[in-house]
């Protein structure tokens, strides 16, 4: 199976697939999983969020399915992908990803469903392969759920290696800030002007940064406003973010934000404007829920022990355990993922393959 997995591998990192730009991954993908045997159908998620292709999903067996997900999309830079495999390892050829994220969660369900067929025909199981997940999970938050059966669904889509299994993810509230000054002639009339750069900067520092507790960070990362420097500037905008694994950390925290912004800024003759929106909700999956226990079965069936772990980060788990659908995300093995430093064994994508198989013999 080694020598098929890497040049699968190869094969679908070297399609050019930034996410929006998914059309020729998605027909690659839907080929593959008609050889396998499975029923594929594309939904119509692409038009509703600007990308040239939908979500891909696939079905086979009869029963009570589970899902096997992964995302087909990728980060910039993610053209022109050389991978390199030099002692057992993956990476790219140091100027793009190498899109292990998540190009290893599409091989192993590919490469396992095989597996998995060569022994009997395949039982019950849905595959979703996700487009857009790196841009705010839009292809799984426009996926068309009435076409799913599962009760549950394993995301392979994590870093950590074959074995990490992630049954909590946070939830996170997004915030936009507008502040308004008064523009004047920064050396003609400066008394009459309000500063909104001042106003800003002295908000800013009043909002915690990083870790507010041991669930929880927060961060203001985008500013931008001014025009020239002889006018007292009247008009600033910032971005930030609030994360907790305990959801109404989440809320208390953006509402905190929002009166300490509205407030500070009036104390200084500026005027705040605060938008607030729900990214994703958060989730805790129980260890002794269904999803989880078959997880730890079909791991200890190939000889690996779960690992249990929470995350700070979101992923298409989040959205599919907002639609009502049990979800797990697990570690593929790739390290380094968004950066051109990024790679992956060999051993991690096989390892993921025969995972998938095992998956699909326990219940
Ligand atoms: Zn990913």
Redesign the pocket.
Known sequence: MEKAVIDEFVELVSIDAESGNEAEIVSVVMGKLRDIGLDVEMDGAGSKLGSNAGNVIARAGEGDPIILCA?LDRVKPGKGIKPVIENGIIKSSGDTILAA??ISGVVAILAGLREAKKHRSLPAVEVVFTVS??TRLSGSRHLDYSRLLSKMAYIF?ASGPVGTVVTSSPTHVGFDVHVVGQAAHAAVNPQDGVSAIQAAAIVISKLPFGWVDDHTTTNVGVLSGGDATNIVCDNVRFKGEIRSLVASRASELANEFTGTIVCEAEARGAKAEVTTAMEYSGYTIDRNAPVARRIVEALRKIGITATFESTMGG?DGNIFNANGISSIVLGTGCQL?HSTREFIPVSELVASARLVESLLSVS
Do not use: C, K
Request: a negative charge; aromatic letters at 0%.
């Open positions: 995302h994220d998540d997940e790196e889509d992923s993922v």
